[in-house]
């Protein structure tokens, strides 16, 4: 069977890696041609709207899906209809996951608490927003924000006027700032025939808005408890297929939803080697009508981003245990280049770990 991903970064391309042991093949798009998971399976270079290379690959694959939440629902939807293309996961989903408002609304029909929040689509909303819901909080473009970019804290008046100058060109949210003790996500797949797995939660540490440290299994059973009940319910509202992310802030023991991501996530890349599946391979069971794996973790993990460049290879495979991923790209500042694993024996040798690995890496976040 052939899979065919539209978006060909590191996901994609964690994807390919997961599902060549089960025979599958890939066929990628994206517009970038060193595109990390054009390295690993055949890419059709090109955007994300050419019909010519979305037909192709409708022609060419058993399944679609997509690695990146902000591939344009219309040139998969066409392609669904016109070619009977099965996309997976549901396209409701992709459009929800790309507007902020939509994942509130949806949070709030489905009562899973979220942040209080008011859409802003003038400078006299704004204003309405600030004196409904208070300072501080955080303006956010509702499309296209991702690792913390178009978002700006707004602590004071004059911190409202800059979000403002900054972010006004184009439809926000504004929300409250949630001074959350941590953070976690929760990550699971639902098959094309209703099978579930949920994967342990995850407690996730960010600097600057991008995800820095992932330890699971994370917290209390009573966090994973709500968080599974929150995901299923999302699971069930889309009749999904495939993984599924919710990110939480969690306050005071009470979980509030931040955002969902209708795909495998950042904060999952541990189970590649803590988990008996991998997000990535349960994805792919998920949308081809596999059976699921088990989600069981193996031990503890810690997953460790590498942002920016790559360190020396060497430097961290000297370290026992160490998994290394090595996405392939070219060094830029913020970007996430790869990440590495380490799986202990128990949460406090995890911890430890976790702390030297940072501290090696020179990255400086408060771990809770
Ligand atoms: P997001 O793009 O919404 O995932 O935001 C990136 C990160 O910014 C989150 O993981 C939080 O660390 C922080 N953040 C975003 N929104 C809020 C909020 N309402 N209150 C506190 N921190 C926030």
């Known amino acids: 069977m052939k899979v065919g991903i539209v978006g060909a970064g590191q996901l994609g391309r964690m994807l390919a890696l997961a599902g060549y042991p089960l025979g599958l093949d890939f066929l990628c798009l994206d517009p970038a041609a060193e595109a990390p998971a054009g390295q690993v399976a055949p890419l059709l270079h090109g955007a994300f709207t050419d019909r010519r290379l979305l037909a192709r690959l409708a022609r060419q694959c058993d399944v679609i899906t997509f690695d990146w939440e902000n591939v344009p629902v219309s040139g998969l939807a066409a392609i669904a209809q016109r070619h009977r293309a099965r996309v997976c996961p549901p396209l409701a989903a992709l459009a929800t996951g790309q507007d902020r408002v939509a994942e509130k609304r949806l949070f709030e029909r489905l009562q899973i608490p979220t942040t209080r929040w008011q859409a802003v689509g003038s400078r006299r909303e704004l204003s309405r927003?600030?004196?409904?819901?208070?300072?501080?909080?955080?303006?956010?473009?509702?499309?296209?924000?991702?690792?913390?970019k178009g978002q700006a804290l707004i602590r004071t008046r004059a911190d409202a006027e800059q979000a403002w100058a900054q972010l006004g060109s184009v439809p926000l949210l504004y929300e409250q700032y949630v001074p959350f003790e941590c953070e976690v996500s929760i990550i699971g797949a639902r098959s094309v025939h209703g099978e579930l797995g949920i994967y342990p939660l995850c407690g996730n540490v960010h600097g600057a808005g991008v995800l820095r440290l992932t330890r699971a299994p994370f917290g209390p059973p009573r966090w994973q408890r709500r968080a599974a009940l929150y995901l299923e319910r999302v699971l069930a509202h889309f009749r999904y297929s495939g993984i599924l992310t919710i990110e939480f802030f969690v306050r005071r023991g009470r979980l509030i939803a931040n955002e969902m991501a209708p795909r495998v996530h950042n904060s999952g890349h541990w189970t590649i080697e803590g988990a008996t599946t991998s997000q990535f391979e349960n994805h792919l069971r998920a949308i081809l009508g596999l059976p699921l794996g088990a989600t069981r973790a193996r031990g503890f993990s810690a997953m460790v981003n590498l942002i920016g460049a790559m360190p020396p290879p060497a430097q961290l495979l000297a370290l026992a245990g160490v998994h290394l991923h090595d996405y392939g790209k070219h060094a830029r500042p913020g970007r996430k280049m790869g990440h590495c694993t380490v799986v202990e024996a128990s949460a406090a040798a995890r911890d430890a770990r976790a702390r030297a690995l940072l501290k090696d890496l020179g990255v400086e976040v408060r771990i809770p």
């Open 129 to 148: 927003a600030l004196a409904a819901i208070g300072l501080p909080g955080v303006l956010k473009t509702r499309r296209l924000g991702y690792d913390g």
